[in-house]
């Protein structure tokens, strides 16, 4: 640290340099913007608050063709998540989590800024239900098939994108439109003790019937239909020990700027 603030005190632009090299390099705590969009056709599904968390890969909410259980079903039978939230916090304390949103219709977008490290938590998990339905639901299967980032703390994915053929079927919840989320009255449910499965095509049966945001549902998805998107930014974040080093080197050029112009001044004065 002398030394370089010696090196600092010699000129202005010895400063300035410094500020870059002393900085530290090493950045495994970093903010991520994570984006979502909803991609599904006009009038067609909607989707619950996303559920989220950066994580070290141990929280397993759900698998094809097993039962359900409660973690997975407070997202997939009316979005609220809380027992997705208390079981990723008790199988990963350090995780980051939160959740994106409220309700994102057709072409609407959501984010929000998480401050991440990189190295305790390189994984990402989501989920969110979908609506109108009774228990469908976007999430990942396996809790290791997002890495975001690498051993160095790069980003190894900006994006992911989700077909209709990827929604799940949670097959915790009989479907029946009069008894579906967003178009019914969730009071009627029944349990169908099922397993979890992929299940688009169901969404048809809810055409023209009129959704909780005013509009008349119309499905208009294909396997290869585009539904959701999740996009990631990153940005550096200072370390405590970079406010001090750049606190004492804007002092330094202070200082040397002053001594110029006293310097100035006395040459001045001495010629006159």
Request: aromatic share 10%; glycine share 12%; proline share 4%.
């Given at each position: ?32 913007t ?7 056709p006009?009038?067609s ?50 995780a ?15 984010s ?150 006293v ?10």
């Open positions: 640290m002398t030394q370089c603030l010696s090196v600092i005190s010699r000129t202005a632009v010895g400063a300035a340099t410094l500020l870059g090299l002393c900085a530290p390099t090493h950045a495994a705590v970093i903010d991520v994570v984006t979502v969009q909803n991609m599904a006009v009038d599904i909607s989707f619950a608050p996303l559920h989220v968390g950066f994580n070290n890969g141990s929280f397993d909410a759900f698998n094809l063709g097993g039962v359900a259980t409660t973690p997975i079903i407070s997202v997939a039978e009316g979005g609220a998540g809380g027992a997705w939230q208390a079981a990723f916090a008790a199988a990963d304390p350090t980051t989590r939160g959740t994106i949103g409220g309700l994102l219709l057709p072409g609407a977008t959501s929000l800024t998480f401050r991440v490290d990189t190295t305790l938590n390189p994984f990402f998990t989501f989920g969110s239900m979908v609506v109108p339905s009774n228990d469908f639901f976007i999430g990942n299967d396996s809790p290791t098939e997002y890495r975001l980032f690498d051993a160095g703390g790069n980003l190894n994915l900006s994006t992911i994108g989700i077909k209709a053929n990827e929604i799940w079927d949670a097959g915790s919840e009989v479907f029946d439109p009069a008894a579906a989320a967003f178009v019914g009255s969730n009071d009627l449910r029944r349990d169908q003790n099922s397993v979890v499965a992929f299940n688009f095509a169901e969404f048809a049966a809810f055409n023209g019937l009129t959704t909780g945001a005013g509009y008349s549902f119309n499905s208009a998805l294909t396997a290869d239909s585009d539904v959701y998107r999740i996009t990631f930014g990153v940005s550096a974040v200072p370390e405590p020990g970079s406010y001090a080093l750049m606190a004492a080197g804007l002092m330094a050029v202070g200082f040397v700027a002053r001594r110029r112009r310097g100035t001044q006395q040459l001045g004065t001495a010629a006159a």
